[in-house]
Nanobody
């Protein structure tokens, strides 16, 4: 399965962005979907995850600011990001951990700067 991320951009601190993730298969077949992010020189980190049963987890650093959701009808996963901080700057990826055949997409760049 392949993923295509979109919605990144340059925003000022305190701003908002909504990322979208489209998959090459029906996302209803993906038990768990997740958003990750990576900055140069650092390991990719898990930001948020959501299961088909809508069980959700967030990294402590984004709790209360980010909201993950999935819309099976639109075959899309989202990440609503509010109150953005400079340390949120990264390339954001979506993925389905544990799904055999899943491949990483190109990601979408999010830059928080004044």
């Amino acid at each position: 399965v392949q993923f295509v991320e979109s919605g990144g951009g340059l925003v000022q601190p305190g701003g908002s962005l909504r990322l979208s993730c489209a998959a090459s298969v029906s996302i209803s077949s993906l038990y768990i979907m997740a958003w990750y992010r990576q900055t140069p020189g650092k390991q990719r980190e898990l930001v948020a995850s959501i299961t088909t049963g809508f069980s959700i987890n967030y990294a402590d650093s984004v709790k209360g600011r980010f909201t993950i959701s999935r819309d099976n009808a639109r075959n899309t996963m989202y990440l609503q990001m509010n109150s953005l901080k400079p340390e949120d700057t990264a390339v954001y990826y979506c993925y389905s951990p544990g799904y055999i055949g899943a491949t990483w997409g190109q990601g979408t760049q999010v830059t928080i700067s004044s």
